[in-house]
Nanobody, 123 residues
Framework: QVQLVESGGGLVQAGGSLRLSCVDS???????HGWFRQAPGKEREFVAA????????YYADSVQGRFTISRDNAKNTVYLQMNSLKPEDTAIYYC?????????????????WGQGTQVTVSS
């Protein structure tokens, strides 16, 4: 049974930074991990994804150049470094993982989800 536990959310002023962490209790071999977010009244949307071996990372256009996804397999942890935060980045951020060895930005392709962590960016 895979469990994903996020941490690192909080309240930050516009222009500030936060780093989210996601600890995966299972074996991360051959799995993608992604970050999604959901703002009030909006659908959950893709933010970033990375394969278990690292390498190519994928980003939504809205966060490209500001957010960085990375992983430490020794710690079974995936990170999302968020810089130059904007009020429109305010959302609950979810860590997710899929068992398919291929990239996807579609949330329905992800098999495991964390409980989410709130990120609030004030103007």
């Amino acid at each position: 049974q895979v469990q994903l536990v996020e941490s690192g959310g909080g309240l930050v002023q516009a222009g500030g930074s936060l780093r989210l962490s996601c600890v995966d209790s299972g074996r991360t071999f051959s799995r993608y991990h992604g970050w999604f977010r959901q703002a009030p009244g909006k659908e959950r949307e893709f933010v970033a994804a990375i394969y278990w071996s690292g390498g190519t990372a994928y980003y939504a256009d809205s966060v490209q150049g500001r957010f960085t996804i990375s992983r430490d397999n020794a710690k079974n942890t995936v990170y999302l470094q968020m810089n130059s935060l904007k009020p429109e980045d305010t959302a609950i951020y979810y860590c997710a993982s899929n068992v398919h060895a291929r990239y996807s930005s579609n949330l329905y392709d992800y098999d495991y989800w964390g409980q989410g962590t709130q990120v609030t960016v004030s103007s």
